[in-house]
């Protein structure tokens, strides 16, 4: 457990507001509820007017399971920027995770 955990609500909050209105909207959609960070970093492999892009995830936001960064070099476009990476690979990891639970032995407690 984290000393501070009982403070971490306004980060919580931001990374909510993040998939539902910010830079991470396309997360809004996933099966689960998630949280996520973006950001942009400087790279001296490339002209002064474009960064590398990234984007963390958390999810299922509540008591998540799984948290995932992604970073493409560059603006990357519509389709190859860390949104569309982490969006994917959450997919998949849902997807999957669903299957795996729906053939999963019955466990008595």
Do not use: C
């Amino acid at each position: 457990p984290l000393p501070f955990a009982d403070r971490l609500g306004p980060v919580r909050e931001g990374m909510r507001a993040t998939v539902t209105t910010g830079t991470a909207r396309r997360l809004a959609g996933a099966r689960v509820p998630a949280g996520a960070k973006t950001g942009t970093a400087q790279d001296g492999s490339l002209p002064d007017s474009s960064y590398d892009n990234w984007m963390t995830t958390t999810a299922p936001f509540q008591d998540p399971t799984i948290v995932m960064t992604a970073m493409v070099q560059g603006p990357g476009g519509a389709v190859n920027n860390a949104g569309a990476v982490v969006q994917r690979a959450l997919e998949h990891y849902l997807a999957r995770q669903a299957e795996i639970e729906s053939t999963a032995p019955v466990r008595k407690p």
